[in-house]
């Protein structure tokens, strides 16, 4: 489809729970990227996929979160153990190369 | 329907001039609009946020004006380096919380 479909749009966690978030790119994008917006500020970068590989993982904290891009699955993006400063919109986008981005409508995560 | 447009698509200059890159918007509504920065391949980097009560933001040489109400914000880029060369990306976040993009300005410096 010709849009990044991102799954579920509200998720509630309990502190300590796991979270999981899916992103489906638009079909031939090659590049994933997910980002957390906190409180409407500022995107920060988590990770972004090439394919099923990792393209860059800068901006992804070492403990607790995890990612995956697999072949003809939706990618996922995966927080063990969540804290409430986990709270957060978390979007997806995807691009064929280094342009025309598009941006999937976000996960709203609550962690209570 | 928020619609987000940039222009130019693209655009080349030579380093060490300024120059200005063009975003408008056709529902003046905005919580706040953000200027980012792509490179090839990577993700976004956020240069700007502008809140819909302010008029301007600066960091170093890059200063981003918001006119609401005639649904124009301009990134200006003082003295341009070839590290410059990007995509800058314009993204609206409606009162609704719905973020809208504009597909971006590829800006060239030639050395």
């Known amino acids: 489809g010709e849009e990044v479909a991102q799954t579920p749009k509200h998720l509630v966690r309990g502190e300590g729970q796991k979270a999981k978030l899916y992103c489906a790119p638009i079909?031939?994008?090659?590049?994933v990227f997910w980002y957390q917006q906190v409180l409407k500020n500022e995107f920060k970068f988590l990770i972004s996929?090439?394919?099923?590989?990792?393209?860059?993982e800068t901006g992804m904290p070492k403990e607790r979160f995890s990612a995956k891009c697999l072949p003809n699955s939706p990618c996922s993006l995966e927080i063990q153990a969540t804290k409430l400063e986990d709270s957060a919109v978390y979007f997806c986008?995807?691009?064929?190369?280094?342009?025309?981005?598009?941006f999937g409508s976000g996960t709203r995560l609550t962690v209570v | 329907k928020q619609e987000v447009t940039q222009i130019p698509a693209a655009l080349s200059v030579p380093e060490g001039e300024n120059l200005v890159l063009n975003c408008s918007f056709t529902?003046?509504?905005?919580?706040?609009l953000q200027w980012f920065r792509q490179d090839p391949g990577k993700g976004l980097t956020s240069l700007l946020l502008?809140?819909?009560?302010?008029r301007e933001q600066t960091s170093g040489r890059l200063n981003a004006s918001l006119d609401k109400s005639s649904g124009r914000s301009t990134l200006y880029i003082a003295a341009s380096q070839p590290g410059d060369s990007a995509t800058y990306l314009c993204?609206?976040?409606?009162?609704?919380?719905?973020?809208?993009f504009g597909k971006g300005t590829r800006l060239h410096i030639l050395p």
């Open positions: 996929f090439q394919n099923e590989n990792v393209f860059d």
């Open positions: 502008i809140q819909s009560s302010q």
């Open positions: 079909k031939g994008h090659s590049y």
């Open positions: 993204a609206v976040m409606n009162r609704d919380d719905k973020i809208i």
């Open positions: 529902d003046s509504a905005i919580y706040n």
């Open positions: 986008a995807s691009s064929q190369t280094a342009s025309g981005y598009t």
